[in-house]
């Protein structure tokens, strides 16, 4: 038997044995054993051996969860709460959290943290979410650690407080959250509440952005391109912001177009500079909106259009963004004054 036929027929042996395991658990589950019903709606969830169905784990769940399946009463919960095999219910997803977080289930207890943050399927209530959340943080759950942090940066039913929030934050990248590491390293870098470190914000930032974290591939961009920590580098700066882009990331698709149109790091090339401000103005990103306006209002490789610069002003103008409400409003005026002398006329 050559290799490709040792490797076909382990194969074949492999794609066997999980389908026996798959009957087998289905076996069990419809005789009502709890646990075979709770690991096939796992394995539906997650696509193991079967045709990845959301519905039928949601059933199995169930199933599982009625029986007091802590672990099936938290996973249903969580397909509920993000509508995976039926319309999003928060009311019923607070209830199954509930039911798993009364059992101990410490991703339920940070999950109804969240649900009481957001006011979902409950009154808004800060103070709940901090409980929830203090509770699954006592048992070192990164998450609660980083939801804590966020809770006091952005002033949700505590005072702000970055000196807390750094502290919280820095648990949960202990426990390797990549969201609270870019956190740290955004603190550090903007000086928010602490004195500015950009060797502190570099250091926090590198490792996520190693490991593929958009967030973190952009920030470390922004960090080489004005010399942040780092000597100035637009060739790095270009690397970093493409890797983010790459993944979708709107504003790191905006820093490239941004860097095509600019010549930083590349050649000048206003073509590439608008398909990369184009991807990013399809996901609403404010910035790449106004940049494909002004490229419009000026003939940036493209033939100037002062009704398609005023349409993308506009649009990034109702997203808040400060230069294409100026810029707006320019056109706006020069179009009343241009009116106002021909009616004189």
Not at 201 to 220: K, M, T
Not at 227 to 245: H, I, K, Q, S, T
Request: a negative charge; glycine letters at 10%.
């Amino acid at each position: 038997m050559s290799q490709l036929e040792e490797l076909l027929q382990q194969q074949k042996e492999i794609v066997a044995a999980i389908e026996a395991e798959v009957e087998k658990r289905r076996y069990a589950a419809a005789k009502g054993e709890a646990d075979a019903q709770f690991t096939l709606g796992i394995m539906y969830e997650q696509g193991q051996g079967v045709a990845q169905d959301y519905r039928e784990a949601l059933r199995c769940f169930e199933k599982a969860a009625a029986q007091g399946i802590s672990d099936a009463q938290f996973r249903l919960g969580r397909l509920l709460d993000r509508g995976l095999g039926e319309s999003a219910d928060y009311e019923k997803a607070i209830h199954w959290y509930q039911a798993a977080a009364t059992q101990g289930h410490v991703a339920a207890r940070c999950a109804l943290g969240q649900m009481f943050e957001n006011g979902h399927g409950a009154k808004q209530d800060f103070a709940t979410a901090m409980r929830w959340y203090k509770l699954a943080a006592s048992e070192k759950h990164a998450d609660a650690h980083y939801y804590i942090g966020s809770m006091y940066e952005n002033h949700h039913g505590v005072e702000q407080d970055y000196f807390e929030a750094v502290r919280w934050y820095k648990l949960a990248a202990a426990l390797g959250h990549i969201a609270a590491q870019c956190c740290l390293a955004r603190i550090y870098e903007g000086g928010l509440g602490v004195k500015r470190d950009y060797a502190e914000a570099l250091r926090w930032v590198r490792g996520p952005a190693e490991q593929g974290s958009a967030i973190a591939q952009l920030q470390l961009g922004v960090m080489y391109e004005h010399g942040e920590g780092v000597e100035e580098d637009n060739l790095e700066a270009m690397r970093w912001y493409r890797l983010a882009a790459a993944q979708g990331d709107a504003p790191a698709q905006c820093k490239v177009g941004f860097m095509y149109s600019n010549g930083k790091g590349v050649t000048r090339d206003y073509p590439a500079a608008m398909r990369w401000y184009r991807l990013a103005a399809d996901q609403g990103n404010a910035t790449a909106l106004c940049n494909l306006g002004f490229m419009f209002d000026h003939g940036q490789g493209v033939v100037a259009d002062e009704a398609r610069a005023l349409l993308y002003y506009s649009k990034a103008a109702k997203r808040g963004d400060a230069y294409a409400i100026k810029n707006r409003d320019m056109i706006e005026a020069r179009r009343a004054a241009k009116a106002a002398t021909q009616v004189e006329a």
